[in-house]
């Protein structure tokens, strides 16, 4: 057994890193009183457009929100389509359900784990309006790709960057753009476990359409142009100003975040690259990662994987190691989903991944002993 305690994030570790800078900006919110609509909130939103290079950031009140506002703000009608991967955190489709939309589920390429772009037109039907790209465990969508399909049919594209803010896509003449800023709209979350994280909840919208931005901040704010006059109907969704102050600090350390958790994946790369029981994820020629997750799969070998996988997490966790399976059910096996997604063609990747997959601990704390232990237990275990 290790000496101390393996966390899959340590958010305690990084915060006393940061504990300084940290308390001060908590500190200033506290004393200032402004607890809602503070001024560290448009610092902060102001910040993250220089970062991504996009004119408009709107912040607000969780990921699964902004998903929300998102198609709120494209003036979807009922009965509307939007294609979603069927490999992915269930927010997308949810959100396209609770607005009367249809989610079309769509396979996914299982090397990298996000939307295949050869399965998109086969999914398009009249009534498809949208595509959800949703950006996994830390590297882009081929978003080239996706997009020559959108603009062939005339669909929107949206971007969820919960898991990847920060990575960067270079199309092929070179154009180099970070994940997010390539749709009509992108999202993001800042939930505490994800790349750029507030300890708590939190969310962004980002946009270069100054209409589409303008009309994100009404719906996120009661559908309001001035107070109380409501020209949209809207929700209520904001970041909180002690949210944004502790983002703000921490978007200064961003990279340094991300170079932190690909050297902990370059080490993992290196040593389990030769386990024939074991695939190690793939990083994509037109992207950078940045290891939101590192997610293995296990290799074929008989029809019971998911037994397999529980076996190996078990052994893990006797020995004090983590581990999280995302996603055990593909959303084409979700009970919620079942009545009311479209699938029009075989999602068996989708399914395969969901039993096999498997996400190693990975952070910007971790030390090289803790992850030579967890490396030499995995090896051991299989």
Request: charged share 20%; glycine share 6%.
């Amino acid at each position: 057994m290790f000496d101390k305690q393996i966390q899959m994030v340590d958010l305690r570790g990084q915060y006393h890193r940061l504990k300084e800078e940290m308390d001060a900006a908590m500190q200033t919110v506290i004393e200032n009183g402004v607890f809602i609509n503070g001024s560290q909130v448009n610092t902060f939103a102001g910040h993250l457009a220089s970062y991504l290079d996009i004119p408009y950031v709107v912040p607000c009140g969780n990921g699964t929100d902004a998903l929300q506002i998102a198609l709120m703000a494209l003036d979807l009608k009922q009965g509307d389509e939007v294609i979603v991967p069927a490999f992915t955190y269930v927010a997308a489709a949810e959100v396209i359900a609770l607005l009367g939309l249809v989610p079309v589920l769509v396979d996914v390429d299982p090397k990298t784990f996000n939307l295949d772009p050869r399965k998109i037109e086969e999914a398009i039907s009249s009534n498809t309006r949208a595509i959800i790209a949703v950006h996994l465990f830390g590297q882009s969508c081929d978003m080239e790709a996706i997009l020559k399909v959108a603009g062939k049919y005339h669909l929107y594209v949206l971007e969820d960057n919960a898991q990847s803010i920060g990575a960067e896509y270079t199309f092929s003449d070179g154009k180099v753009k970070k994940t997010g800023t390539m749709g009509i709209i992108g999202t993001t979350s800042f939930f505490p476990s994800k790349p750029l994280a507030c300890y708590g909840d939190g969310g962004a919208l980002m946009t270069s359409d100054e209409s589409l931005a303008k009309r994100i901040r009404m719906i996120a704010n009661h559908g309001q142009e001035r107070k109380y006059h409501h020209k949209l109907i809207g929700c209520n969704s904001r970041l909180d100003t002690l949210q944004a102050a502790i983002l703000d600090v921490k978007l200064k350390h961003l990279d340094k975040f991300t170079k932190a958790r690909q050297a902990v994946a370059g080490r993992y790369d290196e040593a389990l690259a030769a386990c024939g029981r074991l695939i190690i994820p793939e990083k994509s020629s037109f992207s950078t990662h940045v290891y939101h997750q590192y997610t293995i799969q296990l290799q074929p070998d008989g029809p019971d994987m998911a037994a397999r996988r529980e076996l190996l997490q078990n052994r893990l966790k006797e020995k004090g190691i983590p581990t999280m399976v995302y996603y055990p059910m593909p959303l084409q096996e979700q009970e919620a989903y079942k009545w009311m997604a479209r699938m029009p063609g075989t999602i068996d990747k989708s399914a395969h991944l969901s039993k096999c997959v498997l996400s190693l601990p990975i952070h910007t704390e971790m030390t090289e002993d803790e992850q030579i232990y967890i490396i030499g237990t995995l090896l051991e275990s299989l």
